[in-house]
């Protein structure tokens, strides 16, 4: 990050990253793949490395979600062309496009296979079902419920209307970034943000949800 940044934070990162790439591998049966020749996106820098660094995840077949395969967003750069990096690397995509095996890769395309983010998510959602938990979605956050100096809740804005979730241990909020939101962006990015690659759902929900309560 060049100096910008918490470095007691940098630290913390790395030293409890390998515990949570083991916790995950675990709960959800998979080996991560260690790309020894994948390069930091800038190794020249100080500390930068040419390859070692970066871990991806196993193609993942979503037809083990059954009806819910519609849950599952699709990356709609390269959904269509489901391969690792790995394999990427092997066949030497970024420098030749053209030399891939793209027969195979449309029958995996086909077949319901997917890679990267979605692979990974899919296979949190498949832990995530297997559970009895439906994510509900299409609701945005609208506001903490408070009661007793206590999150107790929270009210969310979905089709059918306003609907007011009462929470019996406690309220996650895990809404990711904000960059979809024109008024957030202009408040905190030191840059205007004119194509976001992520989610069109990343709006900033938790960050409003929170900022109408003093003791935030």
């Known amino acids: 990050s060049q100096g910008r940044g918490d470095e007691a934070l940098h630290r913390v990162y790395a030293s409890e990253l390998p515990r949570v790439i083991q916790f995950v591998e675990d709960a959800l049966g ?20 040419a390859g070692g660094r970066s871990l991806d995840n196993p193609l993942y077949d979503t037809t083990r979600l059954g009806e819910d395969r519609p849950l599952l967003r699709r990356n709609l750069v390269n959904g269509g062309a489901p391969i690792t990096i790995g394999e990427a690397m092997r066949w030497r995509v970024f420098s030749n496009p053209f030399g891939l095996p793209y027969k195979e890769v449309a029958a995996r395309a086909k077949a319901g296979i997917v890679h990267g983010g ?26 903490l419920v408070v009661e007793d100096g206590r999150v107790v809740g929270l009210v969310a804005s979905t089709p059918e209307g306003r609907v007011l ?52």
Not at 118 to 143: I, K, M, S, W
């Open 118 to 143: 979605a692979a990974l998510v899919g296979r949190f959602l498949e832990a995530l079902l297997a559970q009895g938990l439906r994510p509900r979605t299409r609701h945005a956050a609208e506001r």
């Open 165 to 216: 979730f009462r929470a019996t241990k406690g309220v996650v909020l895990a809404c990711g970034g904000f960059e979809w939101n024109a008024s957030l962006r202009a408040r905190f990015l030191p840059i205007e943000l004119t194509h976001p690659l992520s989610p069109p759902h990343n709006t900033g929900d938790e960050m409003i949800a929170m900022s109408r309560f003093p003791f935030v």
């Open 30 to 49: 998979f080996a991560f793949e260690p790309l020894l020749d994948y390069p930091d996106y800038q190794p020249e820098l100080p500390g930068g490395r």
